[in-house]
């Protein structure tokens, strides 16, 4: 009777042990009851601003084979793939027996399309071009663009790129007959810069 006792006692003395290792090891381990909210998404409408050194023809005007200038556009995204841009250039150092200026102020959609550093875009814009130097009259016409290009960012900020456009406007005979009639005439454009994100 005696050795049941023991037995008794020491088993009783284990079974506490465990049952409160087992307890304080339970206890260690925090409970939420509150399920873990999802990561908010990355915000995708960001701004590029980009200069850009332009090369475009002046074919509205007679004897007149290219023009060099520069462009600054600024393009902000809605979505991933969509948004919009804006353009504004200036080309005035003219090749060819006539050297004429020309302005164009642009804007419109542009699509995009990202790929780890590397961007393609495709844009339509629409807005004005001004030809000086020439006498035309008038000198301002309706013009849209139809072009694209592709960027590679070197780092978070600052990106290199390169963009073609076709560019159509029409002008009305100048007085001096060095430009065409109202027919609508394409000038290609290349430009080559960087861009900067913000």
Same mark, same amino acid.
């Given at each position: ?49 980009? /200069? ?15 023009? =060099? ?24 150092? +003219?090749? +060819? ?14 699509? &995009? ?15 004005? /071009? ?10 301002? /016409? ?5 072009? +694209? ?14 963009? +073609?456009?076709?560019?159509?406007? /029409?002008?009305? =005979? ?23 994100? &913000?």
């Amino acid at each position: 009777m005696k050795h049941l006792s023991f037995v008794l006692v020491v088993f009783s003395l284990f079974s506490t042990a465990a049952l409160g290792q087992f307890s304080s090891s339970s206890s260690s381990k925090p409970h939420s009851a509150i399920p873990a909210l999802p990561e908010a998404p990355a915000r995708v409408n960001h701004f590029d601003v980009a /200069a850009n050194f332009a090369f475009s023809s002046a074919n509205q005007v007679k004897s007149a084979s290219s023009l =060099i200038g520069g462009a600054v556009a600024l393009d902000g995204k809605i979505k991933p793939w969509f948004g919009g841009t804006a353009d504004f250039g200036y080309y005035g150092m +003219g090749h +060819g027996l006539v050297q004429p200026t020309m302005y164009t102020m642009l804007a419109g959609p542009a699509f &995009f399309l990202n790929q780890d550093r590397y961007e393609a875009f495709f844009h339509v814009m629409f807005g004005l /071009a001004h030809t000086g130097n020439v006498g035309a009259t008038p000198n301002l /016409a309706y013009a849209y663009a139809i072009g +694209g290009g592709m960027q590679y960012d070197l780092n978070k900020r600052v990106a290199v790129r390169a963009s +073609g456009d076709a560019i159509f406007s /029409a002008f009305a =005979i100048d007085p001096n007959h060095l430009g065409y009639s109202q027919d609508t005439r394409v000038n290609p454009r290349a430009t080559i810069g960087v861009a900067y994100h &913000f």
